[in-house]
């Protein structure tokens, strides 16, 4: 009869394996890049196509019609693929990266790195051009010369530095020829020394077809390439995120300058990828506006209806429903202001719905109506506030809007001139706080211009304002009242003095995410992302390009699936992700919605045991069938991860461990089992 029972309990945890199996192991990357916009096509081998794409790279087999993705998780040294090309010699492909690192690539799927461009330390432009294959050789066109690529041996051979900006190589067979961006042909033979910048002379005398671009590989499968779908987004551009309904809500952001980027706003969902509407055809508000559809700056989803979407953008307000584009909000057809008196812009940077299903809109650089409310029943109401004005016209970019789980809303003026951030009531109309001059609790100012970037609540209803100054707090006791100064954290050096250091003092701070166990994650403006512990005091990760697979040390957003833990990073190269050991926790732990994955954790398996669907800071054993103590610790939210070893740092023995998990409350209970096989 016991036999019976661990084997239906075999059965049952099998069937929960195979449930999370889609479940990302803890630890783990993922990249979500777009290969939507073909830009160059090599045909490699007999029956293979290498594509460069949206910037990123993928292979097509014209046989068995199968794709394949490469990114910087999974394959590749880098991302932003700027020029490939196929050496038939040496059976392999080149990819230059735009910061000039390189990759070489066989049909196999085997990478090689060369990183000597790109590590070389130099004033000289190290852009690469474009590349010419001659026998095993690439020869690279850069800023400053030419660079020598001996594709079989995988190695840089010579470098010429002509410093000459060149934009293409050729060679006759005795002679090499390069093409300057202001139109001069140098040549040197291939029998001196080329390395010597003397060996080269500008010539007239050139060679029929010199520097002609061999497109026909374009022209043979462009149009075969065009039916493919590889999947991914449809741009790369992540500067604002929303993670709500389980689906992934984004869209380009607001950005920086006078630089452009599509307005489609994009939706994950699970692992299909989906697009709303992002032209005016037959679009209710568009005749006659000749407004330019770019920049979505932020989107929000209706609580009351999950069809019905609202984005804001450089010009104007759009409303979705059903993934269609139903109406464009502008100057003309509502309360809206242009924020200039060119009537070029409609700065919509806020967009947020409220819990009572208003949508709440903020309006940069107008005469009136900074804050605009849309009630549930589409009724418009104004709410200006002169303490958002800044001479004739509102501040110049009040974004990053929020409410807190008080119904208080915040946001920020990210802009150099007035740096400011606010929080407003809107039950009383009235704008509670707005700091301009930001002090510390030891009354020392920020710089003048400290820009602050975002505003997030923790789950201790803790305001975290994110600066170019680091990230200043507000803790929960002050917020509502008028606030005299925001608080920088101190972490103990623990040196043995009593000196203590401002929590990322000085770090651009670009956006924050709070995940289920209360950490915060910070992404940052050229220091990638930290995370910080649940007290603030302590440094659990940092992540950049040269520790992790982190795409780009630029950050521009960050949001988290709660229920999987996975923190979505959206940086200037692209989206990529976390699989973290944090998730929401439950209000109440409930054996039946409490699970262990991969269970049952089979032989060779080396990864983190996740135990999913604790309460938060829950206190967790696990505990042989006989009651032995194996290991203990806290949940990270609802989640508690145990690498499968006792406290001596063994790997425990084939059999069945109990997980036993306390509330802050004290309530106590075996709350689910894992089967381990040897």
């Known amino acids: ?376 029943d589409g009724q418009w109401i104004k709410h200006s506030q002169s303490v958002l004005m800044d001479g004739d016209l509102s501040l110049n970019k009040l974004t990053s809007l929020i409410f807190d789980s008080r119904g208080l809303m915040w946001f920020v003026n990210r802009h150099w001139e007035k740096s400011s951030f606010y929080c407003y009531s809107t039950a009383n109309d009235t704008i509670i706080n707005a700091v301009v001059n930001l002090i510390n609790q030891d009354g020392t100012s920020a710089p003048e211009s400290y820009n602050p970037r975002c505003v997030v609540e923790d789950l201790d209803a803790n305001i975290w304002i994110g600066t170019s100054n680091g990230p200043y707090l507000i803790e929960a006791e002050r917020v509502g009242s008028a606030i005299d100064y925001a608080t920088q954290v101190k972490v103990p050096r623990n040196d043995g003095t009593n000196y203590a250091d401002y929590l990322l003092g000085g770090v651009d701070i670009t956006t924050i995410a709070i995940d289920g166990g209360n950490r915060k994650w910070f992404g940052t403006r050229g220091s990638g992302v930290y995370l910080i512990s649940d007290d603030n005091m302590e440094q659990l990760q940092h992540f950049t390009t040269t520790n992790s697979p982190l795409l780009s040390d630029i950050i521009e957003s960050i949001t988290i699936n709660h229920q999987t833990g996975e923190v979505f990073i959206g940086t200037d190269q692209g989206l990529c992700s976390y699989m973290s050991d944090a998730t929401e926790s439950a209000i109440e732990m409930e054996k039946d919605h409490v699970y262990a994955y991969p269970n049952p954790v089979v032989s060779g398996y080396e990864g983190l045991i996740t135990v999913v669907g604790l309460s938060r800071n829950a206190d967790v054993k696990i505990l042989t069938a006989s009651g032995v103590l194996v290991a203990e610790g806290r949940s990270n939210g609802g989640t508690f991860t145990w690498d499968g070893r006792d406290r001596q740092g063994r790997r425990v023995a084939s059999g069945v461990y109990m997980v036993a998990a306390a509330t802050s409350e004290g309530k106590k209970g075996v709350v689910c089992k894992i089967a381990i096989v040897r």
């Not at 993922?30 to 196509?49: D, N």
């Not at 630089?259 to 005016?280: C, G, I, N, R, Y």
């Not at 008196?341 to 940069?364: A, C, E, F, P, R």
């Open 1 to 376: 009869m016991k036999r019976m029972r661990c084997l239906a309990f075999l059965v049952f945890s099998f069937s929960h394996f195979l449930f999370f199996q889609a479940v990302a192991q803890t630890g783990t990357w993922k990249a979500y890049m777009s290969y939507y916009e073909p830009q160059q096509i090599v045909k490699a081998g007999s029956h293979t196509l290498f594509v460069r794409a949206s910037n990123g790279l993928y292979s097509y087999n014209l046989n068995d019609h199968s794709i394949t993705t490469y990114d910087k998780v999974q394959q590749l040294s880098d991302t932003y693929v700027s020029l490939i090309a196929w050496n038939q010699k040496a059976q392999r492909l080149i990819i230059v990266y735009s910061n000039s690192n390189i990759d070489l690539i066989d049909l196999e799927g085997n990478v090689t790195n060369i990183s000597a461009l790109y590590s070389k330390s130099m004033t000289q432009d190290k852009t690469v051009n474009s590349i010419f294959i001659n026998e095993q050789y690439a020869y690279l066109s850069t800023g400053f010369g030419v660079v020598k690529v001996n594709m079989s041996r995988a190695e840089i051979s010579e470098t010429y530095i002509l410093d000459l900006n060149i934009v293409s190589t050729d060679t006759d067979g005795s002679k090499l020829y390069v093409k300057t961006k202001q139109g001069s042909v140098h040549a040197g033979n291939l029998t001196s020394n080329l390395i010597d910048k003397h060996s080269w002379a500008e010539t007239a005398d050139l060679p029929a077809n010199l520097f002609t671009e061999d497109r026909t590989d374009w022209n043979t499968y462009a149009e075969t390439v065009k039916s493919l779908q590889p999947g991914g987004p449809k741009h790369n551009h992540f500067g604002f995120m929303r993670f709500k309904n389980n689906i992934l809500y984004s869209c380009s952001g607001a950005g920086t300058g006078s630089v452009s980027h599509p307005a489609t706003v994009q939706l994950k969902k699970d692992d299909d990828w989906e697009f709303l509407q992002d032209d005016m055809t037959g679009v209710d508000g568009t005749t006659g506006s000749g407004w330019t559809f770019v920049d979505m700056y932020a989107v929000d989803v209706d609580p009351f209806d999950s069809n019905h979407i609202f984005a804001g953008g450089r010009t104007g307000l759009y409303e979705y429903y059903d993934g269609k584009l139903v109406k464009y909000y502008h100057k003309d057809n509502s309360i809206l202001h242009t924020a200039t008196t060119s009537n070029k812009y409609v700065l919509t940077d806020g967009v947020t719905y409220d819990s009572n299903g208003s949508l709440w809109i903020l309006q940069s650089q107008v005469k009136e109506n900074s804050i605009i409310e849309i009630t549930k």
